[in-house]
Structure formats: structure tokens, C-alpha cells
């Protein structure tokens, strides 16, 4: 008899989800983390003042650099002295870059992973994105097209929480919001000028998983308003934003089905070739090197792209001597992220007078337009930009003073707005763009290290000059001056830390690892809802779709349970 119905790997963005719904449907679930416990009352610290921060929160140079050379130039939005414990220690956690390559892996290991790091950034992908990969030929068709996942993404909004304004854009689909934090006037105005000088394009609100008006649900897990201090990055002690910390892990806990065990490495899957079923999850602990082993019915794997795919090819057997589930040499292939390098910001000299009060923890979003709205234009697919505005501080002008009379002669001063539009785009599916396992070097668990090949391409840098090109467009017709866009400089694979594709679903199984219900073509009760799966990157951050597509398998693996066919 197995241990628990359900296993999930991974209690990140995905595997929140998956234990929520299955937990929700009645069946025993574990989930494993690889890492440590983090409980938000005692770990969090972004209520100490910055006077109390150690070293004005700067990790010492000497230890950012023996430690975490990746982490500390890769996030360096989320890296300091107070949050350096959600990233991992690259010295502890090393991976290679074949020849040619130069991906950056950015990562943290303990409960809820990244969803405590990230940006929160939730955009539904649209028809279009679906498909993309069928029109021009690159990668494979999605088995799904939007309005298979569009009541999922609905499901997924709902519980948790995101800010946003209905906009009737068909390729970036409305969803259930909360309401959004308010354009600066700077905003609302390039908004103005670049909807009419382009009337296929659009400058719209973030939309960000945020509560600005909580639910009673999400009250009852705890979580509250947005206090609007933009210090996401730390943990919210507020809860307020989305994270499976603060909302799918408790929600799958009270209902007494779901047991979380941390500190667990999950190094291979078993699979009986009687029953071609998965039957087990063989770990390590971290700490104490004790091996230990969990039986399921089901088991879904979210230990996040690369952490899933070097799952399945440790996992090898007679029935597959390549890897879990890689009957289509497909495991590992296919990595995608966002490119990003391309920017352009300048100074708009109006609204002089406008105070603005808080600090939103998202700016404006310009959805994408190449190859949507707009054609004709020198590579495929498209991008959209992420932007902002802030009143110009001149700190050499500012007037003499100090203390009160300081502020007081300063508080009328004139200050311009800057405005910045950063361009993300979408980095196409290319079969030699993967992770493998390193040939003879292993980690100190004795596992292979992950080694990964390729980077961007002649598409993503086309990409980027064009969106470099066209923002200096928008930004002038908003009659911004001293514009700055300095050359490209294209951030590598897996900078954007969206890193995706390496298990991805599709039609065919001789060219795709899941079906169109992320389950495993030759597995039936094997599930991968991380980052794998996804068949192309689109433009849009992709977590949200990743809550989606967790929720539908997480109810179709718990329909098959009840009615006894897994």
C-alpha cells in the first residue's frame, strides 16, 4: 500500500498549487522541499528598520563573491544582507556551462522557493500565444488553445489576488481583479500620447499578484492589504502578496490531508515496468545524507524546470535508459527564458507640482504589438515593455538647509519625471538550447551536475534592437527629452530567472514529454506543472500560467483518482 496518494516535488510556485487541489479533493498528500523551512513570522525581516540592517544590508563583497557569484549579479533587485538566505550559495550549489554557453541559474531552495523572490508580475497568455508555434513552424503546437485554460487562469486569479484594470485587449485576456495601484500622472500621460500616435498599442496598469481589496478567503488564510511599501522582495509580513508561503500551502494544510517534509532531495523516480506507473520518490537529506523513500499513486514533479528535468534523467531504467518519461530525447531540451537589454528612458519636464505617496510594488506594463498588432517587422514573435516613473531627485541642485528648513525649502521644488520603458522578450524554442547531465563531475550529494548549452540567438537580438528602436519612438512622442538607450546588451538564458520548456507538453509523443493535461505520454500518473512544460515562452511573465495549468492537472489527476483509473 503506497505511503500517500499523491506526492509533489516541490513546494514553489506550481507545487503550492498542485497540493492545494489535490489536498482540496480529498487525497493524502505529501509534499518535498530540497530545502529548509521558512515560517514568515520568524524568518521574514523586512519589518527591521534599515538602521538595524547589517552592513546598510550590503553583503561584504568578499563573501558575495565567494559565495554567490550568481545569486549577487543575477538578483540583484532581491540580494542582500537580510534576503541573501533565500538564494542559494552557488559555493554549495555549482553547475557548469558546456562550451559556449553562459546561463545563469538563480535560485532558492526552502518553502515556496521563488514564489517568495518574485516579481509577481501576472499576465494571462493569449489565443495568439497558443498559437504561435504552429503558424511559423518553430517548436511544436500546444495541445491546448486558450479557452482550455482560460477558467483556469479565472481559478487562479481568484484565490490569489491580482491587481489589474479590464482593458478588452485580445491577445493579453482581462481577468477577475482587484483594483490597481494608480498611474503616476507622468504615466497617464505617455499613455495618452502613445495611444494616439500608435493606435495599435496600448500603456496599461500592472497587473501583479497583489490584494488591494482581500476576500474573505484570503483574510481567513491570513493574508492582508497591500501596505504599498515595495519591499516584496524581503517577504511581506503583511502576506499580501502571492506566494505559496502565505496562501496554497496554508490553504492545502487546513484541509488535514497535506503533510509538507523539508530538507528532503528528491534524486530519482521509480518506475515499475510492470504496471508503467511511477511508484516512488527516492531523497536524500540534505543534512544528514539519510536516504529515504515515498510511495504514491500519483506523483507530480515541481522542483522547477531545471530541478524536474534532472529528476527524469537521473531517473533511468531499462524501460528508459535516457531518463524518466525521455522516450522522444525531448527531457532537457528546449530551454527557453525572457530576453531582456533593451531600454530607454528620458525626462519628462510637466507635473511639477504632483506628489505622489506610497510606493506601488508595480509600474505600467506596454503589452506586446510586434507580429500582434503590428506586422512586417525583421524577426518573430514580439515583446512587451515593463515601465515606470519617478520624479527626478537632483541632489546637486537641491536647495541649502538642513533638517526641517531642509525639507520645507525643498518641498516645493520643481522636479521633472523620469520615465523608462524596459523591454522583455520572447526567446523561441530551440532543441539545442538545454540542460544535460555533467559527464563526471557530481555535487556533494553525489548527483550529477547540471550542464547547459546554448544561449540567445539571432531572433532575440533582432528582437531587442527593435524594442530598443521603438520605446525611443514612444518616448518622444510623449515629448520625454534627454533620452538614453544605450546599445543592446542581451542578458543570458535564465538571467530573467523565467527559465521554461525542457519538458514540454504536446501532440505527438515522439517530439513532446506530456499531454495536453501536462500528464507523461507513456506515464499515466506521472504530472510536471513547473516551468517544463510550457511549448513556447510568449513575451508575458509566466507565472500565472503556470497556477493555471497546475490547477487543471491537479483536477484531472484527482478525477482519474476517484474514478479509480489511477
Not at 397 to 414: T, V
Request: net charge negative; charged share 25%.
Amino acid at each position: 500500500m503506497a505511503d500517500f496518494d499523491a506526492i509533489v516535488v516541490g513546494s514553489g510556485m506550481s507545487g503550492g498549487w498542485a497540493a492545494k487541489e489535490l489536498s482540496e479533493r480529498g487525497l493524502k498528500v505529501l509534499v518535498i522541499e530540497r530545502g529548509n523551512e521558512i515560517v514568515p513570522e520568524r524568518d521574514y525581516k523586512d519589518l527591521t528598520p534599515p538602521w538595524e540592517r547589517p552592513n546598510l544590508n550590503r553583503v561584504p563583497e568578499d563573501e558575495a563573491e565567494k559565495d554567490y557569484a550568481i545569486q549577487s549579479k543575477g538578483a540583484t533587485y532581491a540580494f542582500g544582507e537580510i534576503t541573501k538566505q533565500y538564494w542559494v550559495k552557488d559555493s554549495d550549489h555549482p553547475y557548469e556551462n558546456a562550451e559556449g554557453a553562459d546561463f545563469e541559474w538563480l535560485r532558492g531552495y526552502h518553502t515556496a522557493g521563488r514564489s517568495i523572490m518574485w516579481s509577481r508580475l501576472s499576465w494571462r497568455l493569449g489565443p495568439n500565444d497558443f498559437e504561435a508555434n504552429a503558424k511559423d513552424g518553430h517548436g511544436v503546437d500546444w495541445p491546448v488553445r486558450y479557452e482550455d485554460i482560460a477558467p483556469w487562469y479565472e481559478h487562479a486569479e481568484k484565490f490569489a489576488g491580482v491587481v489589474g484594470q479590464k482593458e478588452g485587449i485580445p491577445h493579453l485576456p482581462d481577468g477577475v481583479f482587484q483594483p490597481p495601484f494608480e498611474m503616476t500622472p507622468a504615466e497617464k500621460h505617455l499613455r495618452e500620447k502613445v495611444q494616439e500616435a500608435f493606435p495599435t498599442r496600448n500603456v496599461i496598469h500592472g497587473r501583479a499578484a497583489h490584494l488591494t481589496d482581500p476576500t474573505d478567503e484570503q483574510l481567513e488564510l491570513g493574508r492582508g492589504q497591500c501596505q504599498v511599501r515595495n519591499q516584496c522582495h524581503e517577504g511581506c509580513s503583511f502576506k499580501a502578496y502571492f506566494s505559496s508561503l502565505h496562501a496554497t500551502l496554508p490553504a492545502a494544510e487546513r484541509t488535514g490531508n497535506c503533510t509538507i517534509v523539508h530538507d528532503k532531495i528528491v534524486h530519482s523516480v521509480e518506475y515499475d515496468e510492470e504496471t508503467k506507473r511511477v511508484t516512488a520518490v527516492n531523497t536524500i537529506d540534505q543534512n544528514t545524507n539519510e536516504k529515504k523513500r515515498f510511495t504514491a499513486k500519483i506523483i507530480f514533479l515541481n522542483a522547477s524546470t531545471v530541478g524536474s528535468t534532472m529528476i527524469l534523467l537521473q531517473s533511468k531504467s531499462d524501460a528508459f535508459p535516457t531518463g524518466l518519461a525521455n522516450r522522444s530525447d525531448q527531457v532537457g531540451r528546449n530551454l527557453m527564458d525572457h530576453v531582456s537589454g533593451a531600454y530607454a528612458s528620458g525626462t519628462l519636464d510637466m507635473f511639477h507640482d504632483v506628489k505622489t505617496y506610497g510606493r506601488r510594488p508595480t509600474g505600467i506594463y506596454v503589452p506586446p504589438f510586434a507580429n500582434t498588432t503590428e506586422f512586417d517587422k525583421p524577426h518573430l514573435r514580439g515583446y512587451g515593455y515593463q515601465g515606470y516613473s519617478t520624479p527626478v531627485i537632483d541632489r546637486r541642485a537641491a536647495l541649502k538647509g538642513i533638517g526641517q528648513e531642509f525639507k520645507d525649502r525643498n518641498k516645493d521644488k520643481p522636479t521633472p519625471w523620469n520615465v523608462g520603458l524596459y523591454a522583455f522578450g520572447e526567446v523561441l524554442p530551440y532543441p539545442d538550447n538545454r540542460v544535460t547531465q555533467h559527464p563526471t563531475k557530481k555535487d556533494k550529494w553525489g548527483l550529477p551536475l547540471a550542464q547547459f548549452h546554448g544561449g540567445m540567438r539571432e531572433n532575440e537580438i533582432a528582437i531587442l534592437k527593435e524594442a530598443r528602436k521603438e520605446a525611443i519612438k514612444m518616448l518622444e512622442v510623449a515629448g520625454c527629452k534627454d533620452i538614453v538607450a544605450p546599445e543592446i546588451d542581451p542578458t543570458r538564458l535564465g538571467n530573467r530567472i523565467h527559465e521554461m520548456g525542457t519538458a514540454r507538453m504536446g501532440r505527438d509523443p515522439s517530439t513532446s514529454v506530456l499531454n495536453g493535461w501536462n500528464q507523461a505520454h507513456d506515464i499515466d500518473n506521472l504530472f510536471i506543472t513547473d516551468g517544463s512544460f510550457m511549448t513556447s515562452s510568449a513575451a508575458q511573465n509566466p507565472s500565472l500560467t503556470y497556477m493555471a495549468f497546475s490547477a487543471r492537472a491537479a483536477n484531472y489527476a484527482a478525477d482519474l483518482f476517484e474514478q479509480g483509473k489511477l
